[in-house]
């Protein structure tokens, strides 16, 4: 799984602290397998999460942490709709699934980016920044 984390590190002269307000964007579920693909970059086999979280900022939805990960969510979705899978074709799919025990459904992997925290918060309401 790929994720990415965000936490605040202060160094204060020999001390080191770090803020335990951690909230994690992550390219899967638990029970999913994160894949690389090329059917996002068209060019490329890329990360699919990095891939449609740099989409995300750079299209203007990076106000809010739901908002980020509603775009990351429709991009994958949209991906998955134009092609067989987000795996890199049915035959590379099938023997990945195999191999690394993910699921595989209706013709290609599950992966939908998930957003994780140490504690709750309205993902709507706060304003995202690294």
Not at 30 to 57: H, N, P, R, V
């Amino acid at each position: 799984m790929s994720s990415l984390l965000f936490l605040l590190i202060v160094v204060l002269g020999d001390h080191l602290w770090v803020v335990a307000n951690t909230i994690s964007f992550s390219g899967c579920d638990d029970d999913q397998t994160s894949a690389d693909t090329s059917a996002l970059s068209k060019i490329t086999s890329t990360g699919a999460m990095t891939f449609c979280f740099i989409q995300a900022i750079e299209r203007g939805h990076g106000t809010t942490y739901g908002s980020i990960l509603s775009a990351m969510r429709t991009a994958i979705r949209d991906a998955g709709g134009s092609g067989p899978d987000l795996g890199g074709g049915g035959v590379t799919s099938l023997l990945t699934m195999l191999v690394s025990g993910g699921s595989l459904s209706s013709g290609g992997f599950r992966q939908e980016p998930q957003l994780t925290a140490c504690e709750p918060f309205d993902v709507y309401a706060k304003p995202f920044s690294l």
